[in-house]
């Protein structure tokens, strides 16, 4: 996130949307403000937000944007469509 942005907004309202429709409590979201922890962009190579990083099961992926495309969020964190 950068800021209190609509796409960071909207972002995160997707995300926690996601994550309770087919992970149900087998995630954990760290939101970090690349405003105030710019130290924290840098360690990740972020220079666009907002982004997610999925970081396990390896391989790291990284999606950018406010996550609307809920079929392209599924593939990128290797969810099959009808995951519970």
Do not use: W
Not at 24 to 30: F, Q, S, Y
Not at 34 to 46: P, S, T, Y
């Amino acid at each position: 996130m950068a800021g209190d942005g609509p796409n960071s907004r909207q972002a995160l309202v997707n995300l926690r949307q996601l994550c309770q429709e087919h992970l149900k409590g087998r995630c954990t979201i760290e939101i970090i403000d690349v405003v105030k922890n710019f130290r924290a962009a840098l360690k990740d190579n972020i220079l666009i937000t907002p982004a997610l990083i999925l970081v396990a099961p390896l391989p790291k992926v990284v999606v950018l944007g406010n996550l609307s495309d809920r079929q392209k969020l599924l593939l990128a964190l290797r969810l099959p469509e009808g995951y519970p």
